[in-house]
């Protein structure tokens, strides 16, 4: 495996390719609404530039591809990354050039003109079909236009595009290298995936077993404890023979659910499914709840969070693990009624870190409910890594990943 660290490299009058994850939330007025991807990025491009390089910097923003306008052409206005290009300067402190192409005639020029401590954006890579297409001449391109390549946007790292991908064939391994987010994205998933703190508990929760099979299927390999909460919890609970009402329940999956218990029961793994939930006779915020075992949910209503038991019970099993990896919330916590689950187990990971537990919280709506609760902070990693954290943690091969590592 290459030492894939961006301090191995020389980035003295180096021009640096560096594939960001600029993909922000823009309002109709084309203002940015929440900068943190940007801001993510930030410690790499300045390394580079103390280093003495320039940097060339490219990213995806949205879908153009699939929202092109009613004549066919890209959809320029909505998708353009030169909306990036004023905030990025305030928060660099430098100014930043921008091209109206990526791997094309402007790029190319500007990439050519540029100057040491310099950094130049270039246009949106999903405006070229070949992006996602993972296209060789596409990549090549955006290859000659620098020295030096460093990938630093883990949310697309387990696409095989060509920004993310493909374009690191054109450099050596002295001249390729994960950016600083990637890097610690990496470093802290191998402490759950390798020679963990012991116990190893893992909270898994969201909406759907099938979401999550893969991932339930690994840790089984792994870990002490399972938590299994959200509304997958409520195929478990049926395929115990339990009532559930109208909870989510996806029939074809009962008998996974079955089979991992048994691996479960069978590995001792202590495995723990809510013993009581929060149920609703609608999926409102205003519906009518009550709490009830989670295996005697009466007809018309349905489990929308765990119970006060099971909040205890969690809640214990958490304190007690010496590392833990949160994914998917314990109930529909975008409703005030159904959040209390989600809230308490984020409150008993951040406990459990606080009295020197590893935590990792990732792949999942569980970023989105810990950062809402204003725990963030609190654990020891949050992942921007959606997806693609989601698929290392299966055990993937991330080909962003493997195309700097090997
Ligand atoms: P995921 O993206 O897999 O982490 O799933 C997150 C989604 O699961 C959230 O939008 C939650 O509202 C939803 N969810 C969690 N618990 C339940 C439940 N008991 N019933 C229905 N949806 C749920």
Not at 1 to 25: E, Q, S, T, W
Not at 216 to 238: C, Q, R, W
Not at 397 to 406: F, N, W
Request: hydrophobic share 45%.
């Amino acid at each position: 495996m290459a030492d894939a660290r961006i301090k191995k490299l020389d980035l003295k009058g180096k021009k640096v390719l560096v594939r960001v994850d600029f993909n922000v939330p823009l309002n109709s007025d084309h203002e940015i609404t929440d900068d943190t991807r940007i801001r993510g990025a930030l410690p790499t491009i300045q390394y580079i530039l103390e280093q003495g390089g320039s940097v060339i910097l490219m990213s995806h923003l949205g879908r153009p591809q699939k929202k092109r306008l009613a004549d066919g052409s890209i959809d320029v206005k909505k998708f353009s990354l030169e909306y990036v290009v004023d905030h990025l300067s305030t928060l660099l402190g430098v100014p930043v050039q921008f091209a109206s192409d990526s791997g094309g005639p402007d790029s190319k020029k500007k990439s050519e003109a540029l100057q040491e401590g310099e950094v130049l954006l270039l246009q949106n890579t999903r405006f070229e079909k070949g992006e996602e297409a993972g296209d060789e001449a596409f990549a090549q391109s955006l290859a000659d236009l620098a020295d030096v390549y460093v990938n630093d946007a883990f949310g697309t790292a387990h696409r095989a595009h060509a920004s993310t991908t493909i374009v690191a064939n054109y450099f050596d391994d002295d001249k390729k290298a994960f950016g600083f987010l990637i890097e610690s994205e990496i470093e802290n998933a191998n402490k759950v995936l390798h020679d963990p703190a012991r116990p190893l508990a893992a909270i898994v929760g969201g909406a759907k077993v099938s979401d999550k099979i893969l991932l339930l299927e690994k840790l089984l390999d792994s870990v002490n404890i399972l938590i299994i909460g959200g509304g997958m919890a409520y195929t478990f609970m049926k395929a115990r023979g339990g009532s559930v009402g109208n909870s989510l329940v996806e029939e074809d999956k009962l008998d996974l659910a079955l089979e991992l218990i048994k691996k479960a029961e069978d590995k001792g793994i202590q495995l723990l499914l809510p013993e009581d939930s929060v149920i609703a006779d609608n999926f409102a915020a205003d519906a009518n709840t009550q709490v009830s075992a989670s295996d005697q949910i009466p007809d018309g209503w349905m489990g929308l969070d765990i119970g006060p038991e099971a909040v205890s019970t969690f809640s214990k099993a958490i304190m007690g693990a010496k590392c833990i990896l949160w994914n998917g919330p314990m109930g529909v916590f975008e409703m005030d009624a159904f959040a209390n689950g989600t809230r308490s187990v984020a409150t008993a990971v951040a406990s459990a870190t606080d009295q020197g537990a590893f935590s990792l919280v990732g792949g999942g709506d569980s970023v989105a409910a810990v950062t809402q609760m204003g725990l963030a902070d609190n654990v020891s990693f949050v992942s921007t890594g959606g997806g693609a954290m989601l698929e290392y943690l299966e055990g993937k091969v991330l080909p962003g990943v493997k195309a700097i590592q090997g």
